[in-house]
């Protein structure tokens, strides 16, 4: 076989190269031009897409509004709150025509409020204008509104709508409270301030009261009888209606025998009655009065003396609970003086004893009058009615006006209460006056007969006891001396012609200086001398005859 020439290998592989490039380039220019069947594969799938993104993008949201309240309820100058929706985030605004009302941002989900001014009465025309983020403005639908003018009464202000918040209560007691019968009780609850609050059992008014400017009120109720009540309160509302509370129930138990107690003897030391003056067991003349007793009580109580089961008397112990009673004249021996009293629960509460010795009587001691005891409640000022007989013969007549300069002498003190009891000082004025002569100055007058003058003398100068011997109260002259009393005489004027005038009559003021209440006798003589003139006739002042 004859080997191929070497040029021939050459044209062959370069054709083949040229073929290969001319079908490549063919493949290339077809795809170019969109035709064949590869084209039609992969060019659809982005051209749906690209199309369909600017309509989401581009379309407008039409703002709404409306009223949260209802337009229907619109009045004029009502402030009222428009609500609606946009774009979210979009700037909303709402106008009136052209007025700007107010504006605001929407929300996240589109939603906006705008708070609106009391609008004037007529038609109004409201618009919303919402500004995207991207600038661009969107307006809504017309809400078109009339407003009906606001009537001019002011009585909407009291509107009885406020009534429930001063609906009135009873807070104290706690419901189901259980009295005891015939026991004052304590209500306590609130109302408006300043109100009248009346407060019912059932339909029977058991009281009212106001309520103070925090509301508050409290009345206390007489007892309530046994049984079951249904307390109210009532008030009056601004618009005349009557406001009632809940009812409070209220069972009041009859009056248990637990009360008892509360009167039991137990309490009766503190107010049992006690003897404190005379201090110690008494010695006194038989027959002789006024020995003073005083002592202690409750305030108010009847308190009854005795000498064994037998009642000397009885007397009432004053607000600070001290009492006194002067003794009658006892018999000659031994006493045995009690003080007794009613305790509350009806019981008799007794004081330690007293023992009184009776001394007898001496033979020569004629009677006395009762000592002239007074009593004054503490600063209280009396008057007594007395009278005067002269001790300085020969001298005028004194003035009207008469203050205490000492105590008699033992035998004037004796010779006038002698002549009180047996009434010389009103049967036999010369005849006392003569015998007060002598036993002050040991003078008698010339030619003049001393028959009852002598009489009262000899007893004067007797070894009789003066009048406030065995007398434990102190007299009217000691309480002048430690300065717990003050005294004068007024109006004191002659029972004679003033040129020949021996004895007088006029009026005592004696005015208790302390805080405490104290008891004095008068005694039968005290000196009193002129308040305001000099060498006219000192008085022996005695009291009158009750």
Not at 112 to 139: M, N, Q, Y
Not at 207 to 217: C, F, I, L, S, Y
Not at 441 to 458: K, L
Not at 503 to 513: A, H
């Amino acid at each position: 076989m004859r080997a191929k020439p070497p040029y021939w290998y050459w044209q062959l592989d370069r054709w083949n190269l040229l073929i290969a490039a001319g079908l490549t380039a063919l493949t290339v220019v077809l795809a170019l031009s969109g035709g064949g069947a590869p084209q039609a594969v992969v060019a659809p799938t982005p051209a749906p897409t690209v199309a369909e993104i600017p309509p989401t993008l581009d379309a407008p949201v039409v703002p709404t509004l409306g009223f949260a309240d209802n337009q229907a309820a619109l009045l004029a100058g009502k402030p009222s709150v428009v609500t609606g929706t946009a774009a979210p985030g979009a700037r909303v605004q709402l106008f009136d025509g052209d007025t700007l009302l107010g504006e605001t941002i929407a929300d996240a989900k589109g939603v906006w409020a705008i708070d609106v001014p009391g609008l004037g009465p007529g038609v109004h025309a409201l618009v919303v204008r919402a500004t995207g983020v991207d600038g661009a403005s969107v307006e809504s639908v017309p809400l078109v509104v009339t407003l009906t003018p606001r009537a001019a009464t002011p009585a909407a202000v009291t509107s009885p709508v406020v009534a429930p918040v001063a609906v009135p209560g009873i807070e104290i007691p706690a419901a189901g409270l259980a009295p005891a019968a015939d026991t004052p009780l304590t209500l306590r609850g609130t109302a408006a301030p300043g109100a009248v609050v009346r407060i019912y059992d059932g339909d029977v008014l058991l009281g009212e009261t106001t309520a103070g400017p925090d509301g508050v009120w409290q009345l206390e109720l007489p007892g309530l009888a046994a049984g079951e009540h249904s307390l109210v309160v009532r008030t009056v509302a601004p618009d005349g209606t009557a406001v009632e509370s809940a009812p409070l129930p209220v069972v009041v138990a009859p009056e248990a025998p637990v009360v008892t107690p509360i009167l039991t003897p137990s309490v009766a030391p503190v107010v049992a009655p006690s003897i404190s003056v005379p201090t110690a067991d008494l010695t006194l003349a038989a027959d002789t009065p006024g020995a003073v007793l005083s002592g202690a009580a409750a305030p108010g109580a009847v308190v009854r003396i005795y000498d064994g089961d037998a009642l000397l008397g009885e007397t009432v112990a004053g607000p600070d609970g001290v009492w006194q009673f002067v003794l009658p004249g006892l018999a000659p021996g031994d006493h045995t003086l009690v003080v007794r009293t009613t305790a509350p629960d009806g019981s008799v509460v007794e004081s330690e004893p007293l023992r009184v010795a009776v001394a007898p009587r001496p033979a020569e001691l004629a009677d006395y009058p009762a000592p002239y005891l007074i009593t004054l409640s503490p600063n209280q000022t009396i008057r007594v009615p007395v009278v005067g007989f002269c001790l300085n013969y020969g001298l005028p007549f004194p003035g009207s006006v008469l203050n205490p300069s000492d105590l008699l002498p033992d035998a004037v003190l004796k010779g006038l209460a002698y002549a009180v009891q047996r009434g010389y000082t009103e049967s036999d004025l010369a005849q006392t006056q003569l015998a007060i002569w002598y036993l002050a100055e040991g003078r008698r007058i010339p030619e003049r007969s001393y028959t009852i003058a002598d009489e009262i003398i000899r007893f004067a100068e007797s070894d009789a006891p003066t009048p406030e011997q065995g007398l434990t109260a102190p007299t009217l002259w000691e309480g002048i001396e430690s300065r717990t009393v003050v005294a004068r005489v007024i109006d004191f004027l002659p029972s004679q012609p003033r040129r020949a005038a021996y004895s007088g009559r006029g009026m005592l003021i004696i005015e208790n200086l302390t805080g405490q209440t104290q008891s004095l006798v008068i005694p039968y003589g005290v000196r009193f001398s002129d308040a305001r003139n000099t060498g006219v006739q000192d008085m022996a002042i005695f009291p009158a005859a009750k």
